[in-house]
């Protein structure tokens, strides 16, 4: 589990209730509850989304936000260490050894990547295959991610449409003073819950889901990478050398420390 993304939201819930709480106590909770503002922003926004749209999309969207929970992806290191394992496998009792490998791999990807090596399947072609699948996926993940970063842009402005109604609706009836403020209050309230939607949830699922796209397709390139080498005949060391070029310095510490504590 993604601990950041549950700490970040927590941590942003507590600090607009501290900022409430501090300013006008407990009791200031009300001033900042209202049943048409939440109806027009939140309302709006997802009204505007959905426009912006198709509706699967909207729900794989939603769907999507269980993702920046959920830590699945595998660390660079260990998809290299896996590679490397079946470049020693094929090096030593050849390519067809690795179907038998194949079967413990849970990584789909990887697993269809190393069948078609098995089956003598050209280079090129297995190249093509692996990264019209990996183009695939980036089109997929986009289409999510630009959902979320359209709600982030349309619950402000449904925020301020909000806003502006609230002032209409006051400048109607000035003539009672004592109405303007509180009236006021109201209609401010709207441009509040628009800017929550962005700032507190809209953008940070974006940016969120947007790194983890990022980090799935360096696994999938090292893959094709890997994948490739091996059924050139590459040799081991040279081809975990070319993939570490995919990591930064401290990953590549890290995983030069895990193969010595491998040879020992």
């Known amino acids: 589990m993604d601990i950041a993304t ?21 009791g200031a909770f009300k001033y900042f509850i209202d049943p048409a503002s939440i109806l027009i922003t939140i309302g709006g926004s997802i009204g505007a989304t959905l426009t912006s749209n198709k509706l699967q999309d909207f729900i794989n969207a939603l769907k999507a936000i269980s993702l920046t929970i959920k830590d699945e992806n595998k660390d660079p290191g260990e998809v290299i260490h896996t590679i490397i394992d079946l470049s020693n496998i094929a090096r030593k009792e050849g390519l067809l050894a690795l179907e038998e490998a194949a079967n413990g791999i849970e ?5 269809k990547g190393v069948m078609l090596v098995v089956d003598g399947t050209d280079p090129d072609l297995v ?49 009672d003073p004592n109405s303007i403020g509180p009236s006021m209050s109201v209609a401010l309230v709207t441009t509040l819950y628009g800017s929550l939607i962005a700032n507190w949830l809209a953008s940070p699922t974006a940016a969120k889901l947007s790194k983890n796209h990022a980090r799935e397709i360096t696994l999938r390139t090292i893959t094709i990478e890997g994948l490739l080498s091996i059924q050139a005949g590459e040799n081991p060391r040279v081809i975990e050398e070319k993939l570490k070029s995919f990591l930064s310095p401290n990953s590549r510490e890290n995983l030069n420390a895990d193969n010595a504590g491998g040879e020992e």
């Open 127 to 175: 190249r093509g295959i692996l990264e019209t699948d990996l183009m695939c996926l980036e089109e997929r993940h986009k289409t999510v991610i630009a959902v979320w970063e359209k709600w982030a842009e349309m619950g402000p402005a449904w925020g301020m449409i909000g806003t502006l109604i609230g002032l209409i609706n006051m400048l109607q009836n000035m003539s």
């Open 107 to 111: 990584d789909q990807f990887l697993k």
């Open 6 to 26: 549950l700490l970040g939201l927590v941590i942003g819930v507590a600090m607009v209730v501290f900022g409430i709480i501090s300013s006008g106590g407990t």
